[in-house]
């Protein structure tokens, strides 16, 4: 799996053959070809599986993260990384390929609604959020949507400054969010 996500970063969509992942990984082509039998299943699998490892890497990091003071700014900064990660890059190749390619897009919709709702989720626990209110779920999906613009920015060129100086200035902006929800919420118990 990491093989796959390996190639995908260095060579693209394009470059990435079951051939150059069963050899980067150390499997015969007929142990590869047994498990994925075509390369969208085995790119999709490989996204899949990285992802899913990254998101425990990622609750392992924000459990890291102590008390309330800084909380948003740190768990915002959490998943800017999250999105700058390699990772992202394998999923954006898979995403572009697949505009075009129907066999890939037919496995990549499916997995990317997956993976956004996970992420959605994910967000919703590291920022300690109730999302049922519809101005909540706005603001984390916001500060998703931010986070994988900033990312595709970040494919050209070291954007990690200017990245730094958004992530900063957005959590200020979601606490007030976030703090606007919390008093509503408690406005209208308290009717």
Request: aromatic share 4%; charged share 25%; glycine share 6%.
């Amino acid at each position: 799996m990491a093989a796959t996500v390996e190639c995908l970063v260095e060579r693209g969509w394009a470059g990435t053959t079951t051939t150059l992942v069963a050899e980067r990984a150390g499997v015969s082509r007929g142990a590869q070809l047994h498990h994925f039998p075509t390369r969208a299943e085995l790119v999709t699998a490989a996204v899949e599986h990285v992802g899913a490892e990254s998101v425990q890497v990622l609750r392992a990091r924000a459990a890291e993260i102590s008390g309330t003071e800084g909380r948003t700014v740190a768990v915002v900064g959490l998943i800017a990384d999250f999105f700058a990660s390699p990772l992202f890059t394998a999923a954006l190749e898979l995403w572009v390929a697949a505009r075009t390619d129907a066999e890939l897009h037919e496995v990549v919709l499916p997995l990317q609604t997956r993976l956004g709702r996970e992420t959605h989720r994910l967000a919703v626990e590291l920022l300690g959020v109730d999302d049922s209110d519809a101005e909540v779920r706005l603001a984390v999906q916001t500060t998703l949507d931010l986070a994988r613009g900033l990312a595709l920015a970040a494919q050209l060129a070291d954007d990690s400054r200017r990245r730094e100086r958004i992530v900063q200035g957005w959590a200020r902006t979601l606490d007030r969010e976030l703090a606007t929800a919390r008093e509503r919420t408690d406005h209208e118990g308290n009717r």
